[in-house]
């Protein structure tokens, strides 16, 4: 004869491994949301600082190439630097006046258009503002 099932028996495993399955997701939700917190509370510093980090980088210059010149030593073509400057004018502040101060800069003389203080003055994202040296 065919045994019959214990309906209360199975009912009550089906439970205890309902009742665990809830419990590991539960675990994983609390370590989830533990290290959501230890990121957002305690290293909040350092990860902003490497945040605003990231954001700047120094870009290495590459050496000039040389001249290109014919066969009687006459040049052809010359190398010249040329910069390009990136402002984002929502942290710029008063943006007329960072021009204003990069015109002024004693790092080098700066030639900027006044086409290029036109396109950025009412743009949100970044501009890039031609400039070479004098």
Do not use: W
């Amino acid at each position: 004869m065919a045994e019959l099932r214990n309906l209360q028996a199975d009912l009550a495993q089906f439970r205890k491994r309902v009742l665990v399955a809830a419990a590991v997701v539960l675990l994983a939700f609390l370590l989830l949301g533990l290290r959501l917190m230890y990121l957002q509370i305690y290293r909040h510093d350092d990860l902003l600082e490497q945040a605003d980090n990231n954001r700047t980088t120094a870009v290495p210059t590459p050496p000039n190439r040389g001249q290109i010149l014919d066969r009687n030593g006459v040049v052809l073509a010359t190398n010249y630097a040329a910069y390009t400057l990136e402002i984002t004018p929502n942290k710029a502040g008063n943006l007329e006046a960072v021009i204003e101060d990069l015109g002024k800069s004693s790092i080098s003389q700066h030639v900027i258009a006044s086409n290029s203080k036109r396109s950025v003055k009412n743009r949100k994202v970044l501009i890039p503002c031609p400039y070479a040296r004098a």
